[in-house]
C-alpha cells in the first residue's frame, strides 16, 4: 500500500498562474481532505469530501477549488495563485470522518 | 468557534525528563487527536482518545483526554532524542481544528 501520495513535492508558481495539487490513496477511504500549514500555525483545513462526488469548504476555503470524480483521487486547484497561498500543502484521508486521518508528504508551493 | 490551545509553544528539555504538554479546545468535542511531525515531514498519528477519560500509552508518550475540562495532556517520560518533533493536538471529528503545536527539543 502507498498510503496516501501527493503530486508534485515542490512547485514554483508566478502570481496569476493556475495550477492543480493531486492527491491519491488506495486506502479505499470515503473522506479525503487538503489542509495548508504555514509557519508557526498548525493545519487549517480548506475544503474536504465525504465520499466521491461531494466537496464541502473548510476553515480558509477562499481561492481554491476542489473536485473528487473517482473515490481515490481528490484534486486541489488554484485558479490564480497569490503569494498568500505560498504553503506547503497536506492531503489526508479517512474511512470514516472520525476515525485517524492519514496524511500526504505534502507539497511545497511558493508563489512569487 | 472552535479554538484549540497548545503550550507551551517550544519547550527544550533534557534527556530522562518528564514533562507534560497541554492541548485546550473551547467547545464541547468528544474526540481529541495527537500527532507528530517531524521536521519537513508529514504527520504521523500517535493516539485517538474517544471519550471522556481516555488515557493510552506508547513507549515514552502517554496521552489524557478529559472532557468536562476539555484538556487533553500528552506526558513525556524520561524523554530521549528520538522524541524531538513538534507535536499536535487536533479536535473532531470530520473537519479537525488543529493547535499550533508544540516544538520539542530534547538535548543530552
Known amino acids: 500500500n502507498a498510503g496516501v501520495t501527493q503530486t508534485p513535492k515542490f512547485r514554483v508558481l508566478k502570481t496569476g498562474q493556475s495550477m492543480t495539487l493531486l492527491c491519491a490513496q488506495d486506502m479505499n477511504h470515503e473522506y479525503m481532505y487538503w489542509y495548508r500549514q504555514d509557519p508557526g500555525m498548525g493545519l487549517r483545513l480548506i475544503h474536504y469530501s465525504v465520499g466521491e462526488g461531494t466537496t464541502a469548504k473548510g476553515e480558509v476555503p477562499d481561492g481554491y477549488n476542489v473536485s473528487r470524480l473517482k473515490k481515490q483521487n481528490f484534486l486541489l486547484g488554484l485558479e490564480s495563485a497569490a503569494p498568500s497561498q505560498t504553503s506547503v500543502y497536506f492531503c489526508a484521508s479517512s474511512y470514516t470522518g472520525e476515525r485517524t486521518q492519514y496524511f500526504g508528504p505534502g507539497t511545497r508551493l511558493l508563489v512569487l | 468557534e472552535l479554538k484549540v490551545e497548545q503550550n507551551p509553544l517550544f519547550l527544550s528539555m533534557q534527556e530522562g525528563k518528564n514533562y507534560t504538554i497541554y492541548c485546550n479546545y473551547s467547545t464541547t468535542s468528544d474526540r481529541l487527536y495527537w500527532y507528530r511531525q517531524d521536521p519537513g515531514k508529514s504527520l504521523e498519528s500517535l493516539f485517538v482518545?474517544?471519550?471522556?477519560?481516555a488515557v493510552k500509552q506508547e513507549g515514552r508518550l502517554m496521552a489524557s483526554l478529559d472532557t468536562k475540562a476539555r484538556l487533553s495532556t500528552l506526558h513525556i517520560t524520561a524523554a530521549v532524542h528520538d522524541l524531538s518533533a513538534t507535536y499536535f493536538c487536533a479536535v473532531g471529528p470530520d473537519k479537525l481544528i488543529f493547535g499550533t503545536g508544540t516544538r520539542l527539543q530534547v538535548f543530552p
Open positions: 482518545l474517544l471519550s471522556n477519560g
